[in-house]
């Protein structure tokens, strides 16, 4: 890629003009330089730069954090934002970085678990693609052009907006950016149906570390394989995402059926980790578990949400209910019918009749500090197992914890595990996320709670997968390992790499030697090349 060069002139302009210029470390100004001198058009980039003495640099910078752990003044910050207009002014912060030693950090939700796409040791620029969000959806074909920086709920949408019938299968949350989340798998509601947002992306756009924009065919199968599940942070900048529409019925059924210890929750939560992932793949029965005072005594117990979407009329659920699941005393008035796209809303917890509009607003809907951790179920948890859980959500620090238990099955199985990196698949019986929030600002408030999940992970690991004992990559969690500063060895970088991808690790690791063989895109958890790899692919 030729990357146009402009003159002096349009530095000057920078310089003096909108862009207010750190007095501080040379890289930042030399970094700046570089940008103006190789945009195409330095004005309008100089709209796109911020750095710490703009005014706008901290309301930019905090706008789509999500985890306010990494909001404190220690938090490393960006020497530089750039939240581009044109995929040129990215070709050209790609260059600069490396020509400058900067560190990029891409950033299109920014709702990474451990702030990975804003925060790093070493200095660096945000890339931060909030103006890059456009999506086009052609509803004949049953495809959409998505841009990175677009939110799953800005997805739902504009399909909406064209077809009652058509919807996506991915996150529950409308505020996660699909930059990140299709990158490292996706899911939600339609798991069980159509798979992973991930299964369902047949192009992508990407910038590589030579600065050059790439489609599948221009980047090769490997590199598109990656990019689909293995986190997009260690390949390049994704651009866009094309993806298959999926069908949905006109009319969808939803329910949420809360149960307390009182009410036999924990016979309940048993039996349906036996029957949730047997279910028609039409029927997503998810759990959310957590401590609540009771209505009745007033006193503190533990609460299991039976929380569903079916593909289908209530008429047709509540004889499948009464079959597969009668334990759980489904009743009609349980059930609402609605479109799929007001199963959306349901599902992000706005109230009825809230209007469509509000999947457009970027604004994340709630904000803590918290800490999360993920497992991969494969045999059912006996009920003393359930009960030593309950034990924990009854400790002061989980007084905002949340266990959420989402069924596989269906679609799940029938993909195999090396189909593209996100290997949990047939087998799993359903996937753990645990998260603990806390309001208290300071280190001993989030030391207390943070200790509360690690304890309750350690209590959970005779329950779970084992060798590895897996976890879900876009559940990042830096305490299964990290990378010092980016750079690792293979061995070090596969111990939280056989967790999030098993054996496709391996291949990762292939594909990251031939196409960023010097590691330029990197973070705590990204993948790490092997040298001796780069020409040849090897490790076979
Ligand atoms: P962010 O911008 O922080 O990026 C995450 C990672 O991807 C970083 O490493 C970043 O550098 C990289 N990245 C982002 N854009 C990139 C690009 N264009 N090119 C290359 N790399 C890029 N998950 C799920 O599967 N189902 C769910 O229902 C939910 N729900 C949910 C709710 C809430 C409140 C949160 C905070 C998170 C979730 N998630 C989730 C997890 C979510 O899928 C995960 O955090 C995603 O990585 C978020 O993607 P963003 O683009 O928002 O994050």
Known sequence: MKIPTLSFLSFAFLLSSSIPVSASAPTHEDFLQCLSLHSPNSTSISQVIYTPNNSSYSSVLQFSIQNLRFTSSSTPKPLVIVTPIHESQIQATVYCSRNHGMQIRVRSGGHDYEGLSYVSEVPFVVVDLINLRSITVDAGNKTAWVQAGATVGEV???????????GFPAGVCPTVGVGGHF??????????????????????????????????????????????????????????????????????????VDRT???????????????????????????????????????????????????????????????????????????????????????????????IDVLLDRTPLSRSNFKAKSDIVNEPIPETGLEGIWERFYEEEAKVAVMILSPYGG?????????????????????????????????????????????????????VSKWPRAAYINYRDLDIGANNQGNTSYAQASVWGFKYFKGNFHRLVQVKSKVDPDNFFRNEQSIPPVPSWSKKGGGE
Not at 156 to 166: G, V
Not at 434 to 447: H, I, N, Q, T
């Open 156 to 166: 739902y949408y504009r399909i909406a907006k064209k077809s009652k019938t058509l």
């Open 183 to 256: 990158s490292g798998g996706g899911y939600g509601l339609l798991l069980r149906k159509y798979g992973l947002a991930a299964d369902n992306i047949v192009d992508a756009r990407l910038i590589d570390v030579n600065g050059d924009i790439l489609d599948r065919k221009s980047m090769g199968e490997d590199l598109f394989w990656a990019i689909r599940g293995g986190g997009g942070a260690s390949f390049g900048v994704i651009l866009a995402w094309k993806v298959n529409l999926v069908d949905v019925p006109s009319t969808v059924t939803v329910f949420t």
């Open 261 to 355: 210890l009182e009410q036999n929750a924990t016979k309940l939560v048993h039996q349906w980790q036996y029957v949730a992932h047997k279910f028609p793949a039409n029927l997503f029965i998810r759990v959310i578990i957590q401590g609540v005072n009771s209505s009745q005594s007033g006193k503190r117990t533990i609460q299991a949400s039976f929380n569903s979407l079916f593909l289908g009329r209530v008429d047709e659920l509540l004889p499948l209910m009464q079959e597969r699941f009668a334990e759980l005393g489904l009743r009609r008035e349980d059930c609402k019918e609605m479109s799929w796209i007001e199963s959306v809303l349901y599902f992000a917890g706005f109230p009825s009749g809230e209007s």
């Open 411 to 463: 679609k799940m199985d029938e993909v195999s595990e090396t189909a593209i990196p996100f290997p949990h698949r047939a087998g799993t019986l359903y996937k753990i996320q645990y998260v603990v929030s806390w309001e208290e600002e300071g280190a001993e408030a989030s030391k207390s709670h943070i200790n509360w999940i690690r304890r309750l992970y350690r209590y959970m690991a005779p329950y």
